[in-house]
């Protein structure tokens, strides 16, 4: 049975950081990403050489993957209030896009409030 378990959301100050977890199991998939609520923020695939970011975070966030733990990672920094938001790792058997309709797999979310 696959899993998607997120963890490390919370509640920052402006400028501060945070890093989300995505624990998968159940099978690998080709195609990971973060989105916050049904907008797209950053995808990888399972070997990590394709990356791609929502515009707004270019720059301030990381997608990464441990292939050994089967864990994807999202590193926040210099969060803003905007990045408020429920953020939910998504998995798919296709190539990572932005459409979040195209992944198979989610996680059940995970609360990130950013204050000013």
């Known amino acids: 049975q696959v899993q998607l378990v997120e963890s490390g959301g919370g509640s920052v100050q402006a400028g501060d950081s945070l890093r989300l977890s995505c624990a998968v199991s159940?099978?690998?998939?080709?195609?990971y990403a973060w989105f916050r609520q049904r907008e797209f923020v950053a995808s990888t695939s399972w070997g990590g050489a394709s990356t791609d970011y929502a515009d707004s975070v270019k720059g301030r966030f990381t997608i990464s993957r441990d292939n050994a733990k089967n864990t994807v990672y999202l590193q926040m920094n210099s969060l803003k209030p905007e990045d408020t938001a429920v953020y939910y790792c998504?998995?798919?058997?296709?190539?990572?896009?932005?459409?979040?309709?195209?992944?198979?797999?989610w996680g059940q979310g995970t609360q990130v409030t950013v204050s000013s």
């Open positions: 159940g099978r690998s998939f080709n195609a």
């Open positions: 998504a998995a798919g058997r296709g190539f990572p896009v932005v459409a979040a309709g195209l992944y198979d797999y």
